[in-house]
């Protein structure tokens, strides 16, 4: 088992950033890729971000391309989201998912392709 711990989320002004971090811990000897996802009210979970085990590879939703980065730190188990630029309609929970794989180079985007959640950080984003 993997447990996933998201943290660094909060309240920023429209145009303001946060960094989100995403802590794993547990079973985390093998290889696993990574994802952002959020949801907002009435909405449904939605792709962010994702990052292969190697961090080569990286994709966004268009929704966040060029304002979002995700990066991760294999030594300390943590992968991270710079927001930047932050916009009203970025406000949601922020959750994040892992997944094991054979694979360095690849990402996955779609929910169910996940195994393991974190319980998810807050980000609101004020006008």
């Known amino acids: 088992q993997v447990q996933l711990v998201e943290s660094g989320g909060g309240l920023v002004q429209a145009g303001g950033s946060l960094r989100l971090s995403c802590a794993a811990s547990?079973?985390?000897?093998?290889?696993?890729?990574m994802g952002w996802f959020r949801q907002a009210p009435g909405k449904e979970r939605e792709f962010v971000a994702a990052?292969?085990?190697?961090?080569?590879?990286?994709h966004y939703s268009d929704s966040v391309k060029g304002r979002f980065t995700i990066s991760r730190d294999n030594a300390k188990n943590t992968v991270f989201l710079q927001m930047n630029s932050l916009k009203p309609e970025d406000t949601a929970v922020y959750y994040c998912?892992?997944?094991?794989?054979?694979?360095?180079?690849?990402?996955?985007?779609?929910?169910?392709?996940?195994?393991?959640w974190g319980q998810g950080t807050q980000v609101t984003v004020s006008s």
């Open positions: 547990g079973r985390t000897s093998g290889s696993y890729a």
């Open positions: 998912a892992a997944r094991a794989t054979y694979y360095s180079e690849t990402y996955y985007h779609i929910p169910h392709e996940y195994t393991y």
């Open positions: 990052i292969s085990w190697s961090g080569g590879n990286t």
